[in-house]
Structure formats: structure tokens, C-alpha cells
């Protein structure tokens, strides 16, 4: 893994997985973190990062003992965002994809209150659907 002549925001990006431990997550999880994260980092053509406004955390809990990894909004207003979440329940991996709108993709329908959850992702009307890509959203 070379992060030469690489954009910054990707060392950043690589060292806040770290730091928050997404790559043991993963690996719990069933998900494999060197292809579908740093792979899709390094491939990814942009100079700008586009979770700026997203922040990265994993949150452990005893229902999901393999613990999830968030991309969650930092602010969520009026305008579309798309949260992100990946973790391993009732026998499989999920990467969820979620939006705060209408898509055609959309698979289920959620609002949330609870302490699973980052909060800025609370009370709002989810549109989700299950992405058998494992690949950040934002990276592909």
C-alpha cells in the first residue's frame, strides 16, 4: 500500500479507520477490509474527500458483538445526505446504504431512536437498502 503522490485526505482517511479500529470490525464482520476499504481508497480518483461531512465510528454494543462501522452525517438539515453502515447480523455481513429520500433503490423503509446508533442519525426517515458491495459508497 503506497500513499505516495497520494491526495492527503486519504492518510487522514486510513489513519481514522485505524484509530477507531474499522479494520478488526470488519474482520468480524466477514468483510475484507483490505479490498473493499483500502483498495477502494487508493483507487479512488478524487482530490477531495467525499465523507468530509461524514464521520467515521464504530460503536460496540452487546446485540452486535462485532460491533458496526458507521459513516454517519455530522449535520443532517433539508438537503439529501446518505449514511453508511457495516456489520454482521443473523448470519450475514451487511453493508447498509441509507438515505434521508426517495430513491429507486430503496429496499426498506426505518426511523430510529435508540443508542445503536450515531446521533445525528435519530428521528429521521430512513430509505435503505442492503448493498451486497462492500466498497464505501463514496469510493466506487
Known sequence: ???ENQPLWKALTLAKWEEIGAPAVLARVGMNYDRDFVQALLDCPLTLD?????????????RL?????HAAPKVIGSDPVVWEEWYFEDGAAHHNIL????????????TL????HPATV??????YRD???HRPLFLR
Not at 467525499?50 to 452487546?62: G, I, K, N, R
Not at 431512536?113 to 445503536?116: K, L, R, S
Request: aromatic share 14%; hydrophobic share 30%; glycine share 2%.
Open 1 to 3: 500500500m503506497s500513499l
Open 50 to 62: 467525499p465523507y468530509a461531512d461524514h464521520e467515521w465510528s464504530v460503536f460496540q454494543f452487546p
Open 99 to 110: 438515505r434521508n429520500y426517495d430513491h429507486s433503490e430503496q429496499q426498506k423503509e426505518v
Open 65 to 69: 458483538t462485532s460491533g458496526v462501522l
Open 131 to 133: 448493498d451486497s458491495d
Open 122 to 127: 435519530m428521528n429521521i426517515r430512513w430509505r
Open 113 to 116: 431512536n435508540d443508542q445503536e
